[in-house]
């Protein structure tokens, strides 16, 4: 039976190369900015219907969640979140702000630390990834949001509602200070069109002319 999903094995895989070497650049990034060794786990990409998102998160993450949210725009269109445990937002604030600050400094700073490190870890990804596709994307502003994976996988278009997700799960650590997180992309079925002629494009100049005819 053939897979409903837009994009076959082959072309999952070198979205997951690409995603790998994205999130590592962003990391280095992140490093610059705390001082600090930042250790990151290879990622999983999946690609899962909305409603199999959040069910994902809710079973994993019970508690409350924070997510930093920006829109890209280009020759795919979609939305991109770093979510984690509300619970450790303030842990990723210590690394980033320092942890001689006083806790009242720190819930002064959450905002700004948090919307820096995800404008950080989201656009030197998702950047990395369209240089390598050979195209180019425009990131709107990060902003941070509360609450459950309902609400953020509910968010007013881009994209359209009842469209993938892209999935992508990673474990990130902070000298000692141990934060899972999850990046999610969220495109409507254009965007997936035109991403998969895109990593087409990619492989076939990566692997000198091979490419996948599992679609065919």
């Known amino acids: 039976m053939e897979t409903p999903l837009p994009l076959n094995a082959l072309e999952l895989d070198a979205l997951t190369e690409l995603v790998n070497i994205g999130v590592s650049g962003a990391a280095t990034g992140l490093r610059e900015m705390v001082g600090q060794e930042i250790i990151l786990s290879v990622p999983k990409v999946e690609l899962l219907a909305r409603e199999s998102a959040v069910a994902i998160l809710r079973q994993s993450e019970a508690a409350r969640l924070v997510a930093v949210h920006q829109v890209f725009e280009g020759d795919i269109t979609g939305r991109a979140m770093l979510i984690f445990p509300e619970a450790k937002s303030l842990e990723i604030v210590r690394a980033v702000a320092g942890s001689e600050l006083s806790l009242e400094d720190i819930m002064d700073l959450e905002h700004e630390a948090l919307a820096e490190t995800?404008?950080?870890?989201l656009n030197g990804c998702l950047a990395t990834i369209a240089n390598m596709l050979e195209r180019?994307?425009?990131?709107s502003l990060p902003e941070i949001l509360r609450g459950d994976a309902a609400q953020f996988f509910n968010l007013p278009p881009p994209p359209e509602s009842g469209d993938l997700v892209l999935f992508v799960y990673i474990n990130f650590?902070?000298?000692n200070r141990d934060v899972k997180g999850y990046i999610a992309m969220l495109m409507d079925m254009p965007s997936l069109a035109a991403l998969k002629v895109l990593l087409v494009e990619f492989i076939e100049r990566t692997a000198g002319g091979l490419s996948s005819d599992a679609d065919t």
């Open 118 to 121: 995800g404008n950080i870890i």
């Open 173 to 175: 650590a902070v000298q």
């Open 136 to 139: 180019s994307l425009k990131m």
